[in-house]
Protein backbone atom coordinates (compact mmCIF):
# COMPACT_ATOMS: atom_id res chain seq x y z
CA UNK A 1 0.00 0.00 0.00
CA UNK A 2 1.27 3.45 -0.57
CA UNK A 3 -0.14 6.85 0.01
CA UNK A 4 1.09 9.93 -1.12
CA UNK A 5 -0.47 13.25 0.09
CA UNK A 6 -0.29 15.99 -2.71
CA UNK A 7 0.11 19.81 -1.13
CA UNK A 8 0.14 22.73 -3.23
CA UNK A 9 4.02 22.91 -3.02
CA UNK A 10 5.29 19.85 -2.32
CA UNK A 11 4.09 16.24 -1.54
CA UNK A 12 4.58 13.79 0.93
CA UNK A 13 5.35 9.78 0.59
CA UNK A 14 3.19 8.97 3.76
CA UNK A 15 3.44 5.58 3.00
CA UNK A 16 5.75 3.68 0.66
CA UNK A 17 4.85 0.55 -0.90
CA UNK A 18 4.16 -1.34 3.17
CA UNK A 19 3.13 -4.86 3.17
CA UNK A 20 1.79 -6.46 6.49
CA UNK A 21 -0.32 -9.10 7.75
CA UNK A 22 -1.69 -8.97 10.73
CA UNK A 23 -3.10 -12.39 12.30
CA UNK A 24 -6.43 -13.31 13.69
CA UNK A 25 -6.05 -12.82 17.59
CA UNK A 26 -2.93 -11.09 17.15
CA UNK A 27 -1.86 -7.90 18.99
CA UNK A 28 0.59 -5.75 16.89
CA UNK A 29 2.46 -2.87 18.43
CA UNK A 30 3.48 -0.08 15.69
CA UNK A 31 6.11 2.02 16.73
CA UNK A 32 7.44 4.83 15.11
CA UNK A 33 8.68 8.39 15.03
CA UNK A 34 6.44 11.34 14.20
CA UNK A 35 5.66 11.57 10.83
CA UNK A 36 6.47 7.92 9.68
CA UNK A 37 2.88 7.16 8.85
CA UNK A 38 1.25 5.32 11.82
CA UNK A 39 -2.06 6.95 12.15
CA UNK A 40 -2.26 7.34 7.91
CA UNK A 41 -2.19 3.35 7.93
CA UNK A 42 -4.61 3.07 10.45
CA UNK A 43 -6.49 5.15 8.17
CA UNK A 44 -6.08 3.12 5.38
CA UNK A 45 -7.08 0.23 7.21
CA UNK A 46 -10.22 2.01 8.33
CA UNK A 47 -11.26 2.85 5.09
CA UNK A 48 -11.38 6.42 6.51
CA UNK A 49 -9.25 7.55 4.06
CA UNK A 50 -8.04 5.94 0.73
CA UNK A 51 -4.98 4.45 -0.67
CA UNK A 52 -3.17 5.56 -3.83
CA UNK A 53 -2.04 2.79 -4.93
CA UNK A 54 -2.55 -0.69 -2.82
CA UNK A 55 -5.31 -3.04 -1.53
CA UNK A 56 -6.77 -3.97 1.97
CA UNK A 57 -7.24 -7.99 2.42
CA UNK A 58 -9.87 -8.72 5.31
CA UNK A 59 -9.88 -12.74 6.42
CA UNK A 60 -7.98 -13.12 3.07
CA UNK A 61 -10.18 -11.71 0.83
CA UNK A 62 -9.91 -8.27 -1.13
CA UNK A 63 -12.05 -5.92 0.40
CA UNK A 64 -14.07 -4.84 -2.40
CA UNK A 65 -14.66 -1.07 -3.35
CA UNK A 66 -14.24 -0.01 0.44
CA UNK A 67 -12.78 3.30 -0.53
CA UNK A 68 -16.07 4.65 -1.70
CA UNK A 69 -18.94 5.59 0.26
CA UNK A 70 -21.45 4.05 1.67
CA UNK A 71 -18.93 0.82 1.94
CA UNK A 72 -16.69 2.82 3.73
CA UNK A 73 -18.87 3.94 6.46
CA UNK A 74 -20.32 0.08 6.40
CA UNK A 75 -17.23 -1.07 5.92
CA UNK A 76 -15.86 0.59 9.26
CA UNK A 77 -19.28 -0.27 11.25
CA UNK A 78 -19.13 -3.43 10.58
CA UNK A 79 -15.04 -4.07 11.12
CA UNK A 80 -13.43 -1.82 13.34
CA UNK A 81 -13.06 -0.60 17.34
CA UNK A 82 -11.22 2.69 17.62
CA UNK A 83 -9.45 3.81 20.85
CA UNK A 84 -8.47 6.85 21.05
CA UNK A 85 -5.52 8.32 23.57
CA UNK A 86 -8.09 11.19 24.41
CA UNK A 87 -10.97 8.50 24.64
CA UNK A 88 -13.39 10.41 22.48
CA UNK A 89 -16.42 9.85 24.97
CA UNK A 90 -19.43 12.35 24.36
CA UNK A 91 -19.47 14.12 27.49
CA UNK A 92 -23.52 14.78 27.40
CA UNK A 93 -24.25 11.10 27.39
CA UNK A 94 -23.94 8.77 30.57
CA UNK A 95 -21.32 5.64 30.33
CA UNK A 96 -24.07 3.06 29.07
CA UNK A 97 -25.22 5.46 26.71
CA UNK A 98 -21.95 5.79 25.53
CA UNK A 99 -21.28 2.20 25.25
CA UNK A 100 -24.80 1.35 23.44
CA UNK A 101 -23.73 4.28 20.41
CA UNK A 102 -22.65 1.82 18.18
CA UNK A 103 -25.54 -0.76 18.80
CA UNK A 104 -28.10 2.15 18.12
CA UNK A 105 -26.03 2.57 15.29
CA UNK A 106 -26.66 -0.47 14.13
CA UNK A 107 -30.52 0.01 14.79
CA UNK A 108 -30.53 -3.30 17.11
CA UNK A 109 -33.46 -3.51 19.39
CA UNK A 110 -33.20 -1.57 22.27
CA UNK A 111 -33.88 -4.58 24.99
CA UNK A 112 -31.00 -6.43 23.03
CA UNK A 113 -29.01 -3.08 23.42
CA UNK A 114 -29.88 -3.29 27.15
CA UNK A 115 -28.44 -7.02 27.98
CA UNK A 116 -24.58 -6.46 25.57
CA UNK A 117 -24.24 -3.09 27.37
CA UNK A 118 -24.82 -4.73 30.73
CA UNK A 119 -22.70 -7.92 29.88
CA UNK A 120 -19.94 -5.67 28.54
CA UNK A 121 -19.89 -2.64 31.73
CA UNK A 122 -19.91 -6.31 33.43
CA UNK A 123 -16.61 -7.72 32.05
CA UNK A 124 -15.13 -4.33 31.97
CA UNK A 125 -15.70 -3.47 35.26
CA UNK A 126 -17.25 0.01 35.42
CA UNK A 127 -21.10 -1.39 35.71
CA UNK A 128 -21.02 1.15 38.77
CA UNK A 129 -20.57 4.12 36.85
CA UNK A 130 -23.30 3.23 34.10
CA UNK A 131 -25.78 6.56 35.03
CA UNK A 132 -22.34 8.88 35.71
CA UNK A 133 -21.04 11.32 32.69
CA UNK A 134 -17.31 10.95 31.20
CA UNK A 135 -15.98 13.83 33.03
CA UNK A 136 -16.84 12.46 36.48
CA UNK A 137 -14.91 9.13 35.41
CA UNK A 138 -10.83 9.18 35.60
CA UNK A 139 -8.91 8.83 32.80
CA UNK A 140 -8.50 4.70 33.42
CA UNK A 141 -12.09 4.45 33.41
CA UNK A 142 -12.91 6.98 30.48
CA UNK A 143 -10.34 4.60 28.33
CA UNK A 144 -12.39 1.42 29.61
CA UNK A 145 -15.39 2.98 28.77
CA UNK A 146 -14.01 3.91 25.15
CA UNK A 147 -13.08 0.15 24.92
CA UNK A 148 -16.20 -1.47 25.54
CA UNK A 149 -18.12 1.22 23.20
CA UNK A 150 -15.26 0.05 20.46
CA UNK A 151 -16.01 -3.42 21.10
CA UNK A 152 -19.43 -3.63 21.57
CA UNK A 153 -20.70 -4.30 17.72
CA UNK A 154 -17.84 -7.48 18.09
CA UNK A 155 -15.55 -6.13 15.37
CA UNK A 156 -12.55 -8.28 14.19
CA UNK A 157 -9.98 -5.30 14.22
CA UNK A 158 -9.68 -3.33 17.33
CA UNK A 159 -7.29 -0.02 16.18
CA UNK A 160 -5.74 2.20 19.41
CA UNK A 161 -3.90 5.22 18.47
CA UNK A 162 -1.64 5.53 21.35
CA UNK A 163 -4.50 4.24 23.68
CA UNK A 164 -2.48 5.00 27.07
CA UNK A 165 -0.81 8.28 25.80
CA UNK A 166 -3.32 10.15 28.44
CA UNK A 167 -2.99 7.83 31.58
CA UNK A 168 -0.27 7.13 34.34
CA UNK A 169 1.92 4.47 34.91
CA UNK A 170 -0.30 2.00 36.71
CA UNK A 171 -3.27 3.03 35.06
CA UNK A 172 -1.16 2.20 31.59
CA UNK A 173 -0.63 -1.01 33.06
CA UNK A 174 -4.35 -1.71 34.44
CA UNK A 175 -5.48 -0.57 30.25
CA UNK A 176 -2.85 -2.59 28.90
CA UNK A 177 -3.90 -5.73 30.61
CA UNK A 178 -7.89 -5.10 29.78
CA UNK A 179 -6.43 -5.52 26.27
CA UNK A 180 -4.33 -8.42 26.84
CA UNK A 181 -7.60 -10.29 28.27
CA UNK A 182 -9.76 -8.99 25.42
CA UNK A 183 -7.04 -10.82 23.03
CA UNK A 184 -7.19 -14.13 25.05
CA UNK A 185 -10.71 -14.35 26.13
CA UNK A 186 -12.28 -13.03 22.76
CA UNK A 187 -9.52 -13.80 20.35
CA UNK A 188 -9.71 -9.94 19.76
CA UNK A 189 -7.05 -9.14 16.95
CA UNK A 190 -5.44 -5.31 18.05
CA UNK A 191 -3.40 -3.60 16.46
CA UNK A 192 -1.98 -0.85 18.66
CA UNK A 193 0.18 2.87 18.07
CA UNK A 194 2.64 3.65 20.57
CA UNK A 195 5.80 5.42 20.98
CA UNK A 196 6.37 3.97 24.32
CA UNK A 197 8.67 0.39 24.53
CA UNK A 198 7.07 -0.61 27.35
CA UNK A 199 3.54 -0.51 26.38
CA UNK A 200 5.13 -2.51 23.02
CA UNK A 201 5.95 -5.35 25.21
CA UNK A 202 2.36 -6.43 25.72
CA UNK A 203 2.05 -6.92 21.94
CA UNK A 204 3.14 -10.26 20.39
CA UNK A 205 4.89 -8.36 17.72
CA UNK A 206 6.24 -4.91 16.72
CA UNK A 207 6.59 -3.26 13.65
CA UNK A 208 8.83 -0.24 13.02
CA UNK A 209 7.94 2.22 11.12
CA UNK A 210 10.23 5.28 9.68
CA UNK A 211 9.94 7.93 7.00
CA UNK A 212 6.69 5.90 5.74
CA UNK A 213 7.84 2.30 5.82
CA UNK A 214 8.20 -0.60 7.56
CA UNK A 215 12.21 -0.67 8.48
CA UNK A 216 12.34 -3.79 11.10
CA UNK A 217 9.85 -5.79 13.23
CA UNK A 218 10.20 -7.45 16.69
CA UNK A 219 8.57 -10.57 17.92
CA UNK A 220 8.57 -10.59 21.97
CA UNK A 221 9.16 -13.38 23.81
CA UNK A 222 7.77 -12.33 26.70
CA UNK A 223 10.85 -12.10 28.87
CA UNK A 224 12.56 -9.12 30.43
CA UNK A 225 14.86 -9.31 27.50
CA UNK A 226 11.79 -7.22 25.27
CA UNK A 227 12.16 -4.16 26.72
CA UNK A 228 15.70 -3.61 25.99
CA UNK A 229 15.15 -4.98 22.16
CA UNK A 230 12.64 -3.09 21.84
CA UNK A 231 13.99 0.03 23.06
CA UNK A 232 17.57 -0.80 20.82
CA UNK A 233 15.22 -1.14 17.61
CA UNK A 234 13.69 2.17 18.20
CA UNK A 235 16.81 3.77 19.20
CA UNK A 236 18.06 2.74 15.87
CA UNK A 237 15.60 4.07 13.69
CA UNK A 238 15.43 7.29 15.63
CA UNK A 239 19.01 8.33 14.83
CA UNK A 240 18.24 7.38 11.53
CA UNK A 241 20.78 4.60 10.85
CA UNK A 242 18.08 1.85 9.78
P1 LIG B 1 2.34 9.50 12.47
O1 LIG B 1 0.98 9.06 12.87
O2 LIG B 1 3.32 8.37 12.35
O3 LIG B 1 2.89 10.58 13.35
P2 LIG B 1 1.04 10.40 10.06
O4 LIG B 1 0.57 9.13 9.46
O5 LIG B 1 0.03 11.25 10.74
O6 LIG B 1 2.28 10.14 11.00
O7 LIG B 1 1.68 11.30 8.90
C1 LIG B 1 2.63 10.80 7.98
C2 LIG B 1 3.07 11.93 7.03
O8 LIG B 1 1.97 12.28 6.19
C3 LIG B 1 3.49 13.19 7.76
O9 LIG B 1 4.54 13.79 7.02
C4 LIG B 1 2.25 14.05 7.69
O10 LIG B 1 2.59 15.41 7.72
C5 LIG B 1 1.65 13.65 6.37
N1 LIG B 1 0.18 13.76 6.36
C6 LIG B 1 -0.68 13.06 7.13
N2 LIG B 1 -1.95 13.39 6.84
C7 LIG B 1 -1.89 14.33 5.85
C8 LIG B 1 -2.88 15.05 5.10
N3 LIG B 1 -4.17 14.88 5.30
N4 LIG B 1 -2.42 15.93 4.17
C9 LIG B 1 -1.12 16.10 3.96
N5 LIG B 1 -0.13 15.44 4.61
C10 LIG B 1 -0.51 14.57 5.54
MG1 LIG C 1 -0.23 9.63 14.52
Redesign the pocket.
Known amino acids: MS?V?Q?KNHT?N?LKNIHCTIYQGEMVAIM??????????L?MISAI?EPTEGELFLFGKRAQDVYKEPNASKFRKENIGFVFQSFHLLKDLSVEDNIALPLILNDLPSKEIKVRVHQIMEQLNIEAWRKHRPTELSGGQQQRVAIARAIIANPPILLA?EPTGALDVNTTDEILQLLVQLQKNMNQTILL?THDPYVATYANRVLF?HD?AIVDSYQNNKTHEDLDCILTKFKLITRGDS
Do not use: E, H, I, P
Not at 32 to 41: A, C, R
Open positions: KFQVAGTSGSGKSTLNDDVFG
